[in-house]
C-alpha cells in the first residue's frame, strides 16, 4: 500500500502515502519517516497505529500568538548551522552537563549561548511551549529550556512537551529530557527525578523519532534494573520493543534489543556477547515469550 521499495525513490508526498495507509481497515494512525543512513542510503520508516492497541494521546494544537524573543530565533538559527557543519565534520557529544554539548568548537559555543538565553527568558519560553501556534517556535523552546541552570525547573515543561502534537517539539523535549537523565545518573544529590512513563507511553507511537528517542531515553533510566520499572516497560511496551529489536539498521534496533533483554532479566554480558555474535534473534524470541514480570 505504501509503494515504496528497496532501492527505490522515496515517495513524492509523505501525506498521500499516510492518507492511504489510513484507510487500510483496522489502521487508525500512519506515520512516514526518513532518517540517515545505511551505506550511504536513507531508511524510510513506515509506522501504523492499529486501532485497539496502546496508543498516546497527544495535545491539542495551541491557537495563540505569543512573540518568540529575537535574540533566541538567531541564537538558534546559528546552532543549526553550527550543528549542520559538526555533522559533516564528526565529532562527539558530551551531555555530562545536562545538556548537549557537541565537541564542535563552533557548535558548542552555539549551544553555551543558550544558557544565559534561558535564564533571562525562561517564563517566555514556558508561555511559547504552552501556548504558541507556532510548532517551530514551540520546538526551540523544548531545546533551549533544556540548558537551563535548574534542570528540575524546567522538567515538567519537558514533560508536557512530550505530548505536543508536533513530531519535533517531542524530539527536542525527549533529547532534553535523556541529557537531564545522564545528569541525574552521575549526580543522584541533584534530586532530579524522570518518570519512565513519560518514555515508556511513545514507545507505542507510530513515529519513528518518538520512538527512537524514547528507547534511548529508557537506556539509560532502566541501567540499575529496578523491577518495577522493567515490569511497566514490559507490560505496557513489550510488542513495540519487540518490533523496534528487529528493525534492520543496527544502530537503531540496539536501543530496544537492550530493553527488551533487561525486561527479561537477561544478564548484559549475555546481551552484548549475543548481539557481538550476530545471535540477536535468539535474544529477541527468548525475551519476547519470557514470562518475566
Request: glycine share 6%; with cysteine; charged share 20%.
Amino acid at each position: 500500500m505504501a509503494g515504496v521499495a528497496p532501492g527505490a525513490r522515496l515517495p513524492a508526498s509523505k501525506a498521500n502515502v499516510e492518507e492511504k495507509l489510513q484507510e487500510i481497515e483496522g489502521v487508525d494512525g500512519a506515520s512516514l519517516e526518513a532518517t540517515c543512513c545505511a551505506d550511504g542510503n536513507v531508511i524510510l520508516y513506515i509506522g501504523i497505529h492499529e486501532a485497539g492497541e496502546p496508543a498516546v494521546d497527544f495535545h491539542n494544537y495551541p491557537s495563540d500568538a505569543v512573540d518568540m524573543p529575537e535574540e533566541i530565533s538567531n541564537a538558534y538559527t546559528r546552532f543549526l548551522s553550527e550543528a549542520s557543519e559538526a555533522g559533516r565534520t564528526g565529532g562527539t557529544e558530551d551531555l555530562s552537563q545536562g545538556h548537549s554539548l557537541l565537541s564542535h568548537p563552533a557548535a558548542r559555543e552555539a549551544q553555551m549561548a543558550f544558557v544565559p538565553l534561558v535564564k533571562e527568558h525562561a517564563a517566555e519560553l514556558h508561555e511559547i511551549l504552552y501556548r504558541s501556534a507556532d510548532s517551530d517556535h514551540r520546538a526551540i523552546a523544548a531545546y533551549v529550556l533544556g540548558y537551563s541552570d535548574d534542570k528540575n525547573a524546567v522538567l515538567a515543561d519537558l514533560a508536557y512537551a512530550l505530548r505536543d502534537p508536533d513530531p519535533a517539539v517531542r524530539a527536542n523535549a525527549a533529547r532534553a529530557i535523556a541529557a537531564i537523565a545522564v545528569y541525574a545518573k552521575a549526580n543522584p544529590a541533584s534530586g532530579i527525578i524522570i518518570e519512565p512513563t513519560w518514555f515508556i507511553e511513545l514507545l507505542n507511537s507510530p513515529v519513528w523519532t518518538d520512538r527512537n528517542n524514547a528507547a534511548v531515553a529508557l537506556v539509560t533510566l532502566t541501567e540499575a534494573r529496578e523491577p518495577a520499572m522493567l515490569a511497566d516497560l514490559r507490560k505496557h511496551a513489550l510488542t513495540a520493543l519487540t518490533e523496534m529489536a528487529r528493525w534492520k539498521h543496527p544502530p537503531h534496533a540496539l536501543p530496544a534489543y537492550i530493553l527488551l533483554g533487561r525486561t527479561a532479566a537477561i544478564p548484559e554480558a549475555e546481551l552484548q556477547a549475543a548481539w557481538s555474535k550476530g545471535e540477536s534473534g535468539r535474544i529477541i524470541a527468548q525475551a519476547a515469550s519470557s514470562k518475566t514480570k
